[in-house]
């Protein structure tokens, strides 16, 4: 159960890093690759992100355009994404970040709107991309990389990454809808069974902390609609084991050497 009461909003919204990445250094691979694995490995997206681009006829390897995510790349062939060259990152690169609310979980978006890439500015060089996404008024914690391997892997559902929200509803949740929720609901695509929900201590029973692994889209609002119950605020304070201490709203930094190992171990 949760029962850790979770940290409330900060108003004022900034956007500046914490710490600085070094140049990026890259690298040509010295064994044929899988051109998705390839992608991935140039910090585009994740494998799974990188078939669909591929089928989509967005690749092209020395000029020729590549529908076939398993085409293998040799060390001296020349990549594109839609048409402009990419390399394999050989500095991996972990950024940890307190989205504010308004932001788009994409590395861009057609309407214009601002990115979660836009707030990195000018203070990240490398390339990255977002692990999973937070609906754009879901503030919280996001992470950001350039390790295609890794991404992928925490967001299979196979490896159960616990991720811990802080959910504000219109109206007190009752007793007996929580115990609905405990016991699991069957929504529009399926089965769902939180890992665990409690009221937030020493708050009004409109707030409370949902514990889920599941990465379905807008999960947790859906979650407390099924039941007639709106939520109008909606924080990630937990993922992976990574928390937002120290870290304001609109804020990021890097992930420690320490907490880079503790996520691979997740995996």
Not at 142 to 150: A, C, K, P, V
Not at 211 to 233: D, P, S
Request: aromatic residues 6%.
């Amino acid at each position: 159960m949760i029962k850790k009461k979770v940290t409330g909003f900060n108003k004022k919204e900034r956007y500046q890093v914490i710490r600085k990445s070094d140049t990026p250094k890259q690298e040509t691979p010295a064994e044929d690759m899988r051109l998705n694995k390839f992608i991935a490995h140039c910090g585009i997206c994740s494998r799974r992100q990188a078939v669909e681009l591929v089928k989509n006829g967005r690749v092209s390897v020395n000029g020729d355009v590549i529908v076939e995510p398993w085409y293998e790349v040799k060390p001296k062939d020349r990549v594109s994404l839609d048409g402009k060259p990419i390399r394999v990152e050989s500095q991996k690169l972990y950024i940890l970040m307190n989205k504010p609310k308004n932001v788009i979980t994409t590395a861009k978006d057609e309407r214009g709107r601002k990115t979660v890439l836009d707030l990195l500015d000018d203070k990240i060089q490398e390339r990255v991309f977002p692990v999973g996404r937070l609906d754009r008024t879901t503030v919280g914690l996001l992470l950001l990389t350039n390790d295609g391997e890794l991404a992928q892997k925490l967001s299979h559902p196979s490896h159960r990454v616990k991720k811990i929200y802080h959910a504000t509803l219109n109206k007190p949740l009752k007793e007996q809808d929580l115990e609905k929720i405990k016991a699991g609901l069957t929504l529009e695509d399926g089965f769902v069974k939180v890992d665990g929900i409690d009221y937030v201590s020493e708050a009004p029973p409109t707030e409370i902390g949902i514990e889920i692994h599941i990465g379905r889209n807008r999960i947790v609002r859906r979650i407390f609609e099924h039941l007639g119950y709106e939520v109008i605020r909606l924080d990630r304070t937990y993922y992976a084991g990574l928390t937002k201490k120290n870290l304001p709203r609109g804020f990021f930094r890097h992930l420690t050497e320490r907490e880079v190992i503790m996520l691979k171990h997740f995996t």
